[in-house]
């Protein structure tokens, strides 16, 4: 009984520390970089996959999510699929960024790199600092991004350079 009581116990501080486990900014990239050649190869059939809650785009604490360059609404996004299809051009944080337009310009202009803003995590209505890598996908009108919470853009550039 006493080995039995410990296993649960084992079994439930290793299910919390799994759920709790905090993505790292280099598998934001990869993550950005799969999700960006499943888009180049499957074309919009792709974003069924992205779209996924269970899929291999959200892990950790985060997901990858996709918004249309030209019409600046989301076409991805696994945690909210009532998000899919919003026009967040005119989007802003409480500090007034206008995440979204400056995720198509980094996209656009340098191809790939970092977006700091807030935005609420899963399940919660507070906004927490968030900072996204954000990559153009060659040939579409898309960019993929993918974020983690708590961290400013210079916390990443300094874990990085590491």
Known sequence: MRNMIILV???SVGLLAASTEKAT???LIKKC???????EEKGDAALTEINNKNGQFVWKDSYVFVINT???RIA???MNSTLVGLDVKTT???????????MVKVGIGEGAGWVQYEWPKAGENEVSDKVSYVK????????VAAGIYDYTKEDVEKILKK
């Open 33 to 39: 970089e799969e999700a960006s050649k499943l888009i």
């Open 70 to 72: 030209k019409t600046l």
């Open 136 to 143: 153009k996908v060659p040939g579409t009108d898309y960019i």
């Open 9 to 11: 116990i084992l079994l």
């Open 76 to 78: 991805a996004h696994p």
């Open 25 to 27: 900014p280099q598998e």
């Open 92 to 102: 802003k944080d409480r500090n007034g960024n206008y995440w979204a337009i400056e």
